[in-house]
């Protein structure tokens, strides 16, 4: 089946930090990538579609010059939370979709800012 | 109003009991509804599709009533494996937008 893997897992930096999360399809190509942020208790909350080869879609409240998204390829989409703080850290997940079908999730990654 | 609503329980059932979930959407154009199950600390993972005509997996059964705009699932005997959180996920009709439930947090007991 459909594989999505992210990386890292888990990341503790200090606050003013800049992270970057990646986000790999490994046996399909995904035109469209999701990122979502889940708080502890609190079901997935999209923050961003990334397109292959064009700019995100941010949804409303979400700061796009905090998280940059490129989707450089049909097969990686990478997250960078810039100068990060410790409102920051939370439970980050990707995901990605063959046309058709439903999507797929990345294994997570857990941030801490310190 | 949020895209989509669900009780968040928690549902405590014992071993072998019925229990059944339900969600509710504000947009009547959606098109394409889901139920995906998470454990704790890890990712989502999909249980099953939800067809107009309804539809079943061994214990799992999802409905859909477009009408209403409500869809279900209904897992028969429960195992202690199925201990979980259940979201429960619409796509809208524009771009490739999945929204989810806050999901509803089922403890099955010994």
């Known amino acids: 089946g459909a594989v999505v893997s992210q990386h890292p897992s888990w990341v503790i930096c200090k606050s003013g930090t800049s992270v970057k999360i990646e986000c790999r399809s490994l046996?399909?190509?995904?035109?469209?990538m999701f990122w979502y942020r889940q708080f502890p208790k609190q079901s997935l909350m999209l923050m961003a579609t990334s397109n292959e080869g064009s700019k995100a879609t941010y949804e409303q409240g979400v700061e796009k010059d905090k998280f940059l998204i490129n989707h450089a390829s049909l097969t990686l989409s990478t997250l960078t939370v810039t100068s990060a703080h410790p409102e920051d850290s939370s439970f980050y997940i990707c995901?990605?979709?063959?046309?058709?079908?439903?999507?797929?999730f990345g294994d997570g990654t857990r941030l801490s800012i310190l | 109003r949020k895209e989509v609503e669900q009780d968040p329980g928690p549902f405590n059932v014992p071993e072998g009991a019925t229990v059944a979930f339900n969600c509710t959407y504000s947009n009547s154009a959606s098109q394409s509804f889901f139920w995906y199950r998470q454990d704790c600390r890890k990712e989502p993972k999909l249980l099953m599709s939800?067809?107009?005509s309804g539809n079943e997996d061994g214990r799992f059964t999802a409905q859909l009533n477009r009408a209403s705009q409500y869809i279900s699932l209904l897992i028969r005997d429960s195992k202690l494996s199925d201990s979980a959180t259940y979201l429960c996920?619409?796509?809208?009709?524009?771009?490739?937008?999945?929204?989810f439930g806050t999901g509803t947090s089922l403890t099955v007991i010994p």
């Open positions: 995901s990605a979709r063959e046309v058709g079908l439903p999507q797929h």
């Open positions: 939800v067809y107009s």
């Open positions: 996920v619409v796509n809208k009709n524009t771009g490739n937008q999945f929204y």
């Open positions: 046996d399909f190509q995904a035109t469209t």
